[in-house]
C-alpha cells in the first residue's frame, strides 16, 4: 500500500487487553516490524479489588509494551483504548488514566463517543493533552458539533 495513503491499524490483545505485558510487547513490536502505522492497544482492565482511584496496574502494562515498541521503532503511532467506561466517567480518574499514557510515550487515547456531548468532549480533550483523543461511536452517527470538536473519528460497523 506504499504511497496509496492508506494507513494499516493493528489491533493489539483484541478485544479487552486482557494478555500478559510479554505478550502484548510480542504482538506489538511484530506488527510494528511488519509495517503497521498505528497501534490500537486496549487498557486493560482493572485487576480484582483494586482501588478505584489507584491506576498504577495500568503504567507498568503500559510503559512495557509501548518502550519495547519505541526501541524498534518510533514512527508508529501507539493509541491506548480505554474499552472500560470506568475510564472515561470520572474526570479526575481520566486524566489521571492519560497522565499515565503520556508517560508511557503513547500518542493518543481511543474513546467511546456514544452519549457523549460536545461540553463533555471539550473537558475530556483538556484533560487529555497533548494526547491526541480518536472518538469511537458504536451507534448513530455523532452530532455535527462533536464531530468538529474531535481529533479524529471513527465508526465502528457491527
Known amino acids: 500500500y506504499a504511497g496509496v495513503g492508506i494507513e494499516v491499524v493493528t489491533l493489539v490483545d483484541w478485544p479487552m487487553g486482557l494478555g500478559k505485558p510479554a505478550v502484548r510487547q510480542i504482538e506489538a513490536v511484530a506488527a510494528a516490524k511488519d509495517g503497521t502505522h498505528i497501534l490500537d492497544l486496549p487498557a486493560p482492565p ?81 484533560d487529555a493533552r497533548p494526547l491526541a483523543v480518536v472518538v469511537r461511536w458504536d451507534a448513530e452517527p455523532p452530532d455535527p458539533v462533536i464531530v468538529s470538536v474531535a481529533d479524529r473519528l471513527q465508526w465502528s460497523m457491527r
Open 46 to 126: 482493572a485487576p480484582e479489588g483494586g482501588r478505584g482511584d489507584d491506576v498504577a496496574w495500568l503504567r507498568d502494562d503500559l510503559y512495557a509494551v509501548v518502550q519495547t515498541v519505541r526501541e524498534v521503532t518510533r514512527s508508529v503511532r501507539l493509541r491506548v483504548v480505554l474499552i472500560d467506561p470506568a475510564l472515561t466517567a470520572d474526570r479526575d480518574r481520566f486524566s489521571r488514566v492519560c497522565g499515565v499514557v503520556r508517560e508511557a510515550g503513547a500518542d493518543a487515547v481511543v474513546i467511546s463517543g456514544d452519549g457523549l456531548d460536545a461540553e463533555s468532549l471539550e473537558g475530556l480533550k483538556r
